[in-house]
């Protein structure tokens, strides 16, 4: 098991790792839409905040020598599930034609009172 940490997503705000390559995958912890660069959530609206979490997933994976096209389950949580037209425009940008399955669950209450949360896992890449 590899443990990983990258300064170009958000610190982890408890005792977990961003991310554990754990044979040939990649599970990445729930992310909420934090600027690395100052640890806050940041504002806008959830278009804005779903970006922020799948810029700052892209840099986890990156790190552990994975990517966005191998990603093979992804879920979602958010606090409003009317926002998830808005969501799914987003998730689609960043993941093209590729079709990891997916759940999408809404709930009561997130971490620093945040919105959006989404957690995944990838397979490495074999090059």
Known sequence: MKYISTDKAPKAIGPYSQAVVAGNFVFVSGQLPIDPAN????????????????????????????????????????????????????????????????SFVEVSNLPRNADIEIELISILNQF
């Open 39 to 102: 640890g806050n959530l940041i504002d806008g609206e959830i278009d804005q905040k779903t970006a922020r979490i799948f810029e700052n997933i892209k840099s986890i994976l990156e790190t552990a020598g994975s990517n966005l096209e191998s990603v093979v389950k992804v879920t979602v949580f958010v606090k409003d599930m009317g926002n998830f037209n808005r969501v799914n425009a987003v998730y689609e940008r960043y993941f093209g034609n590729s079709k990891p399955a997916r």
